[in-house]
């Protein structure tokens, strides 16, 4: 009589410790998975960083108007502007 309740007793212990290590196995890849996308959104974020200073620069008023005079263009003469009133239909 022993014998009948041993087997099932020690098939739900193998079957608990075999879904414990199954669940600690999938905690384990799920943080190493996290790890990893954690380092590479930082290199993103770096990588981004890098691309707005370059665009930065790039749209710098110095540089825009050191290179439009490297190209011999000049300032203009007369300047018009037209002043535009928000009764006059314009709608943003």
């Known amino acids: 009589m022993k014998k009948n ?3 099932p007793f020690l ?3 193998i079957s608990v410790w075999a879904v414990n ?10 943080g190493y998975r996290t790890a990893t996308l954690k380092t590479e ?12 200073a370059k ?3 790039k749209e710098s008023l110095w540089i ?3 290179r439009a005079l490297s190209l011999k263009m000049k300032y203009p003469e007369k300047v018009n502007y037209i002043v535009v009133s928000e009764e006059s239909g314009a709608r943003r």
């Open 5 to 7: 309740i041993i087997f």
């Open 11 to 13: 098939f739900l212990v």
């Open 21 to 30: 290590i199954y669940i600690s196995a999938q905690i384990a890849q799920v």
């Open 41 to 52: 959104a930082e290199k993103i974020r770096n990588y981004n960083r890098e691309l707005a």
């Open 55 to 57: 665009a930065a620069r």
């Open 64 to 66: 825009i108007e050191e």
